[in-house]
């Protein structure tokens, strides 16, 4: 961990010394850059135009904003990189994990000195605040911010004879048992595994891990103290390691369980809980059951004690100016532009992105479509995963492959909880 955070310092510093030392080559010049991935995707196409020409026909030609398109996958190699050049960049979309390295290589502007202090805290939820904070510092404007939730099958439930809500961890265990043991689908099966009670992801990095670190902190946990210090060896990491084994051990999650697995048994009814973002209701609809509503309810994570807050990993994406930009007023304008009513309710009608603002969360038209009304309670327990970062990838992978080998026996918790410290620290 302390090698980490050396490299990104030496980072930092030499793009802050080649920022330095370019900037006074950046002028001012005709119009603005908008950077962004979702533009040149023909779904988005037509949206996009549309942001843009609606904003530039009332603006000088100083002040038009002309958008780049790179593939979400060079993003922030390409803010990075190109920050260092002399060419002018202005405003960006990026993926909330983009984040932590952006913000440590110096590229973004702290958007607080742009916007002012209390904006963020009158706009937008707490969870959509702080996927684009950074040590304290706030980067990133929530665009289409939609922490993943917990979406149970009520149809399942039903079935099963659940008739309570789903709030605390007891709760969802209790709930977990009578899917497995009352089930018809699984009473009549020897195996009783033809519904699970919980797609819980446990494949690959990517998901598994964020979405363990809900749990994580859902008991009290992290993965990092303040100091940067791996703190997963913790009696609270352990304890949380402890109780995703015995969801194991009593046969309420299953291994090798990707996203893509996971909607694929929800759409046919064989799961009665599992994590996804907001996006997942193509994906799972199944006019077999009905319309959505009868069957999927989107809801928060249960939590360990019923005063708790519950928690969510975050996802989602950021506007952000760059830094060196020497237009960040007008670049404030039209960030402000995205994310006003008008041109976000037209996103959300095309593409179902939940808005960001609070007053246009309220808006009938959100508020009285059910899939985005059940996600909005969702959105205050939004949380920036941890390992987040040029590690991220890293850091996930080990976190994963720890927990499997609890899960299969080959470790204990205490062991696999060392083994995870060990490793992130010597990276």
Not at 92 to 105: K, S
Not at 184 to 213: E, Q, R, S
């Given at each position: 961990m302390k090698k980490t955070f050396v490299i990104l310092s030496i980072f930092a510093l030499a793009l802050s010394s080649i920022f330095a030392?370019?900037?006074?080559?950046?002028?001012?010049?005709?119009?603005?850059?908008?950077?962004?991935?979702?533009?040149?995707?023909?779904?988005?196409?037509?949206?996009?135009?549309?942001?843009?020409?609606?904003?530039?026909?009332?603006?000088?030609?100083s002040n038009k904003v002309t958008q780049i398109n790179w593939p979400w996958g060079d993003t922030e190699s390409q803010l990075a990189l190109r920050a260092q050049g002399n060419e002018q960049y202005d405003i960006?979309?990026?993926?909330?994990?983009?984040?932590?390295?952006?913000?440590?290589?110096g590229v973004l502007a702290d958007l607080s000195s742009v916007f002012g202090d209390k904006y963020f805290e009158e706009n937008f939820a707490p969870g959509s605040i702080s996927v684009g904070n950074y040590k304290g510092t706030q980067y990133g404007v929530p665009w289409t911010v939609a922490p993943m939730g917990m979406i149970t099958n009520t149809k399942v439930l039903k079935d099963s004879g659940v008739n309570f809500d789903i709030v605390t961890i007891?709760?969802?265990?209790?709930?977990?048992?009578?899917?497995?043991?009352?089930?018809?689908?699984?009473?009549?099966?020897?195996?009783?595994?033809?519904?699970?009670?919980?797609?819980?992801?446990?494949?690959?990095?990517?998901?598994?891990?964020?979405?363990?670190?809900?749990?994580?902190?859902?008991?009290?946990?992290?993965?990092?103290?303040?100091?940067?210090?791996?703190?997963?060896?913790?009696?609270?990491?352990?304890?949380?390691?402890?109780?995703?084994?015995?969801?194991?051990?009593?046969?309420?999650?299953q291994g090798a369980m990707g996203r893509g697995d996971a909607r694929t048994l929800f759409k046919e009814g064989r799961v009665a809980f599992y994590n996804d973002a907001l996006l997942a209701k193509g994906a799972i609809t199944n006019e077999a059951f009905g319309p959505i509503e009868s069957y999927a309810k989107p809801q928060v994570n249960p939590v360990l004690n019923s005063n708790d807050s519950p928690k969510a990993s975050g996802w989602g994406h950021l506007l952000v100016i760059i830094d060196r930009s020497p237009k960040k007023t007008d670049a404030k304008a039209f960030i402000e532009h995205l994310i006003s009513e008008d041109v976000?309710?037209?996103?959300?009608?095309?593409?179902?992105?939940?808005?960001?603002?609070?007053?246009?969360?309220?808006?009938?038209?959100?508020?009285?479509?059910?899939?985005?009304?059940?996600?909005?309670?969702?959105?205050?327990?939004?949380?920036?995963?941890?390992?987040?970062?040029?590690?991220?990838?890293?850091?996930?992978?080990?976190?994963?492959?720890d927990l499997q080998s609890v899960l299969s026996n080959t470790k204990t918790a205490e062991e696999a909880a060392k083994d995870m410290v060990s490793r992130i620290e010597n990276l």
């Open positions: 030392n370019g900037s006074k080559e950046v002028t001012s010049q005709e119009g603005m850059t908008w950077s962004n991935w979702s533009g040149s995707e023909e779904s988005s196409k037509e949206i996009f135009k549309l942001m843009i020409d609606s904003f530039n026909e009332s603006q000088p030609a960006a979309q990026i993926d909330i994990r983009m984040l932590p390295a952006l913000a440590e290589a007891a709760d969802f265990e209790k709930a977990m048992d009578m899917v497995k043991n009352n089930h018809p689908a699984n009473k009549d099966n020897d195996k009783g595994n033809d519904v699970l009670p919980f797609a819980a992801m446990t494949k690959d990095g990517g998901t598994c891990a964020p979405d363990f670190m809900v749990w994580l902190w859902t008991f009290g946990a992290s993965v990092f103290d303040e100091n940067g210090k791996c703190v997963l060896d913790s009696k609270e990491a352990i304890d949380t390691i402890n109780w995703f084994k015995s969801l194991s051990d009593k046969g309420y999650i976000a309710l037209k996103y959300f009608n095309q593409n179902g992105m939940l808005p960001s603002k609070k007053t246009v969360l309220n808006n009938k038209v959100v508020s009285n479509d059910y899939w985005s009304k059940a996600w909005t309670p969702i959105l205050d327990g939004g949380r920036l995963a941890e390992t987040a970062g040029p590690n991220y990838s890293a850091y996930n992978s080990i976190i994963v492959e």
